[in-house]
Every structure is written in structure tokens, then in C-alpha cells.
């Protein structure tokens, strides 16, 4: 199909991929300023309770992101075009050579446009989403650790429990009705989970960077309406984009 050089706009987002991406976004900064304030909490002078409260908050954001999260990674199996499997993650016929096509395009300031993601682009979320799903299931093991909240919180809160008392009664930041032995034995469960979580955040941190930054330059040197796609569905060319009847 031939397009001629007047401007023309292109459905490309569904409007679940555009409320997955804006309540991704709002829930990533949520959960990044109360997660600085839980980490830091001696420093800014949080009480013991006021520690547990960050904690609650940051689980409920956390439940709203993880719910997000798994909604669009199971939209992914049905979505048509380029909000499915096969438009998102790298590999395919022809992916290599698409890549190699479009870097030397890059390098000479004349990249192909793509209406879905380019071929880093779909590298860029691939890692993103792989970092999102780290930080959501590291994130619901821990509410389960800390403040026995679901899905692992009943187990948790079995564990240790001291014999005879109520599992249910148990009070996050309360030691009241807990087994020392058993707490110490699921701290050490615990370890590892904090730890991925801890520094896959500042790796997820540093992604967001890297994704926001692109956007931008992608719009400046390619346009096509990147960034208000996310708001309209549509993108808008020139020319006719290179995958327009790929997927």
C-alpha cells in the first residue's frame, strides 16, 4: 500500500495497553517513593507503626500493579497485532536483519519507522517487563515475610507462630505470639528475596531511565507520535511504515 508524504495516523495501541501503560506508570512511582521512605525510615524519623503503615501502603499499590502487570502479560496471548507475543518480545523471521537495518539506519540519522515497537524497542520492553515481573512476585513473598499479607501471609504467619497461639492473631512489627526459632529460620527464608528485590529495583530504575530517554529521542529523530500514542492509540507518519502489515 502506498502512502503519499501527507501525515497519515495509524491505529496502533489498544486501550488496554494504554491503561496497562498509565496505571503501570503511576503505581511504579508510587511504590518507588514509599519503597525510598520504607529504606530510609530512620533517617526521616518513622516510628515503628508508621513503618508498618508504609509497608500497607506500599503492598496495596503493590497488589494494583501486580494485578496490572499479570492482566497485560495475559493480554498478550490474545491481543491482535501489536499488542501481542509476537509484535513485543525480539527473535522471528527476520528480526536480526531488521535490527542490523535499523542500526545502520540509526547511525545515519535515517531509521526506519516503525509503527509498533522498532527491533530494540521490543529488546527494551522485553527486559522491562521481565524486571516488572521480578519486582511483583520478590514484592508478594515480602508482604507475606513482613506484615502477613496474601498471598504467602497465612503461610507466613503458621510458620511462626508460637505453639498454641493463633496465626491469625499475629500482629506485623508485634514479636507477641512468635516463635524466635521459627521467625529466624523465615528471616533467612526471606534473605534472598529482599536482596533481588533491593537491587532488581535500582535495575528496573535504571531500565525506566534508559526507556523514557529513548521515547524521547525516538520522537525527536523519527517521529510518528510515540509518545501521544500512549494517550490516543494512533501514531502518525510520513512514509509508510515498515511493519505495517506484519503483525
Given at each position: 500500500m502506498a502512502i503519499s508524504q501527507k501525515l497519515t495516523s495509524f491505529p496502533v495501541w489498544d486501550r488496554t495497553i494504554r491503561w496497562f501503560h498509565w496505571i503501570n506508570v503511576l503505581c511504579v512511582i508510587g511504590l518507588?517513593?514509599?519503597?525510598?521512605?520504607?529504606?530510609?525510615?530512620?533517617?526521616?524519623?518513622?516510628?515503628?507503626e508508621g513503618k508498618v503503615l508504609l509497608k500497607t501502603i506500599h503492598v496495596w499499590i503493590g497488589y494494583v500493579f501486580a494485578i496490572n502487570l499479570g492482566w497485560r502479560l495475559i493480554w498478550a496471548f490474545?491481543?491482535?497485532?501489536?499488542?501481542?507475543?509476537?509484535?513485543?518480545?525480539?527473535?522471528?523471521?527476520?528480526?536480526?536483519e531488521a535490527t542490523r537495518s535499523y542500526l545502520t539506519g540509526l547511525a545515519k540519522g535515517n531509521a526506519p519507522q516503525y509503527l509498533g515497537h522498532n527491533p530494540l524497542g521490543r529488546l527494551a520492553v522485553t527486559v522491562l517487563l521481565a524486571l516488572l515481573l521480578v519486582q511483583?512476585?520478590?514484592?508478594?513473598?515480602?508482604?507475606?515475610?513482613?506484615?502477613?499479607?496474601?498471598?504467602?501471609?497465612?503461610w507466613i504467619a503458621a510458620w511462626v507462630a508460637a505453639p498454641g497461639v493463633d496465626p491469625a492473631s499475629l500482629v506485623p512489627g508485634?514479636?507477641?505470639?512468635?516463635?524466635?526459632?521459627?521467625?529466624?529460620?523465615?528471616?533467612a527464608f526471606r534473605k534472598p528475596f529482599i536482596t533481588v528485590h533491593y537491587w532488581n529495583f535500582f535495575a528496573l530504575c535504571a531500565t525506566i531511565v534508559v526507556h523514557v530517554a529513548a521515547v524521547v529521542l525516538t520522537e525527536i529523530h523519527e517521529g510518528g507520535g510515540i509518545i501521544s500514542a500512549m494517550f490516543t492509540g494512533r501514531k502518525t507518519f510520513d512514509?509508510?511504515?515498515?511493519?505495517?502489515?506484519?503483525?
Open positions: 518507588a517513593a514509599i519503597g525510598i521512605a520504607i529504606l530510609y525510615n530512620k533517617e526521616l524519623g518513622v516510628s515503628a490474545f491481543a491482535k497485532g501489536f499488542a501481542g507475543w509476537r509484535a513485543l518480545v525480539p527473535g522471528g523471521t527476520g528480526y536480526v511483583a512476585v520478590t514484592g508478594l513473598v515480602l508482604a507475606g515475610t513482613d506484615i502477613y499479607f496474601a498471598p504467602f501471609g497465612g508485634d514479636m507477641t505470639g512468635v516463635d524466635e526459632t521459627a521467625y529466624k529460620s523465615m528471616r512514509q509508510e511504515p515498515v511493519d505495517l502489515d506484519k503483525f
